[in-house]
């Protein structure tokens, strides 16, 4: 996909933000539209079908989070990649823009050169070829559709938690450490805490199973087949 038809969706209630990320993706090749609340936002994305959606966390009249729920629960927006904006730096607002869909954060200020970076290195992620189809058991793994069936019933699983399962069984008995776990599904540019990769791996746990997941204390986690 070529630069020049990849559609970016800016969401953000400061003017200023808007404008400065409008010209520097522009400024790339991206064809840029914005919008100032998460409800213009979902009449915006209806029109244009983004490839990618950079989303402010705390805006009036619909927040991120809940703009980001929505558009998830739609199945035209379900692979489309949506970044957050957020000026908090507790775990909390990180961990809860990521369990609702988004595929990442980035805090502000923001610098025009680590955003640009981020935006390249997710749609390069998103073009990448994929994997074939993962089975272990009853388990199976569809990389290219972000869906997981366990004994023949689906489970539906956020973004990073999909990433972070794919990543563990890619390389079955494999220990990832924690450091190696944050690069690659987070990436350099985002500091997150050890207990953002505990948060997703207990839940990865109670969806799929205790049994595929093997913690080694003070290293990382494993998956068992």
């Known amino acids: 996909m070529q ?3 990849i559609k970016i ?6 003017p200023d933000i808007l404008e400065i990320l409008k010209v520097n993706l522009q400024s790339e090749g991206y064809k840029v539209s914005t919008a100032e609340n998460g409800k213009k936002a979902l009449k915006k994305a209806d029109k244009i079908n983004p490839d990618l959606i950079v989303l402010d966390l705390m805006m009036p009249i619909m927040d991120g989070i809940e703009t980001c729920e929505r558009l998830r629960l739609d199945s035209r927006y379900k692979n ?8 908090r730096s507790e775990d909390y607002s990180q961990i809860a823009a990521l369990d609702v869909g988004a595929d990442d954060y980035i805090t502000k200020p923001i610098k025009p050169r680590v ?4 935006i390249k290195s997710l749609l390069r992620r998103k ?3 994929k994997d074939s ?4 058991g009853d388990l199976s793994i569809y990389p290219e559709e972000y869906k997981v069936i366990l004994s023949g019933k689906e489970i539906i699983l956020p973004k990073k938690e999909f990433e972070l399962l794919l990543l563990l069984a890619s390389k079955p008995k494999k220990i990832f450490k924690r450091e190696k776990i944050m690069n690659s599904i987070w990436g350099h540019e985002v500091v997150v805490g050890d207990r953002t990769i505990d948060v997703h791996i207990r839940k990865l746990r109670e969806k799929i199973g205790e049994k595929y997941f093997k913690t ?3 290293v990382g986690y494993k998956f068992v087949n």
């Open 3 to 5: 630069k020049e038809k």
């Open 9 to 14: 969706l800016i969401v953000d209630d400061e």
């Open 216 to 218: 080694i204390k003070g």
């Open 80 to 87: 489309t990649l949506i970044i957050f904006l957020t000026a």
């Open 127 to 129: 073009l990448e070829p």
């Open 133 to 136: 189809i993962l089975k272990y």
């Open 115 to 118: 955003f640009l970076s981020k």
